[in-house]
T-cell receptor, first 113, second 113 residues
Framework: DGGITQSPKYLFRKEGQNVTLSCEQN?????MYWYRQDPGQGLRLIYY???????QKGDIAEGYSVSREKKESFPLTVTSAQKNPTAFYLC????????????FGSGTRLTVV | AQSVTQPDIHITVSEGASLELRCNYS??????LFWYVQSPGQGLQLLLK??????LVQGIKGFEAEFKRSQSSFNLRKPSVHWSDAAEYFC???????????FGKGTRLHILP
């Protein structure tokens, strides 16, 4: 079945370490997105990519980095520069030219210890 | 600037009662409109979407939503809620086919037995 897979589901990181969250889709979607979710703040866009080897900053890109080397994959790195990285991270994907909506992964909960 | 407002942070209804979740958007033209649902610790699932045409749209799980241009609203309704409907609900807006979707901050629905 087609879908979008995020891994791992839970991730613990020590302060000062970088960590990479995985997002893979087999829906042949063009665009991919990373959101951060905190209680009471809804979804905030970190980065998005509409084509391979190209991506744009969202509203809260500071302290994060991404790559899009393959259409299917859009990993997110949370760097040590991110001051408050503990959050729930959601990856999504969509077709372009339709706005049929996004398909979401099941999320990764990152905790800094 | 484009925005989405969900005025109610929490709503509590009794099982079997009717439900209406409010959503207002700010945009000059008719946007693409969506409702998503999120169970705890999970990703978002698309309930329904509106692009054009009939202003009353049907979605999954017995939900419907009505687009009212004069009120810039897209309220979600269900005639009779079930305990399994307890979740967080997000309204979202897209300006055009290739634009990012902007999410409201969500409404958490609680169901009384």
């Amino acid at each position: 079945d087609g879908g979008i897979t995020q891994s791992p589901k839970y991730l613990f990181r020590k302060e000062g370490q970088n960590v990479t969250l995985s997002c893979e889709q087999n829906l042949n979607h063009d665009a991919m997105y990373w959101y951060r979710q905190d209680p009471g703040q809804g979804l905030r866009l970190i980065y998005y990519s509409q084509i391979v080897n190209d991506f744009q900053k969202g509203d809260i890109a500071e302290g994060y980095s991404v790559s899009r080397e393959k259409k299917e994959s859009f990993p997110l790195t949370v760097t040590s520069a991110q001051k408050n990285p503990t959050a729930f991270y959601l990856c999504a994907s969509s077709y372009l030219g339709t706005n049929y909506g996004y398909t979401f992964g099941s999320g990764t909960r990152l905790t800094v210890v | 600037a484009q925005s989405v407002t969900q005025p109610d942070i929490h709503i509590t209804v009794s099982e079997g009662a009717s439900l209406e979740l409010r959503c207002n958007y700010s945009y000059g033209a008719t946007p693409y409109l969506f409702w998503y649902v999120q169970s705890p610790g999970q990703g978002l699932q698309l309930l329904l979407k509106y692009f054009s045409g009939d202003t009353l749209v049907q979605g999954i799980k017995g939900f419907e939503a009505e687009f009212k241009r004069s009120q810039s609203s897209f309220n979600l309704r269900k005639p009779s809620v079930h305990w399994s409907d307890a979740a967080e609900y997000f309204c979202a807006v897209g300006l055009n086919r290739d634009d990012k979707i902007i999410f409201g901050k969500g409404t958490r629905l609680h169901i009384l037995p």
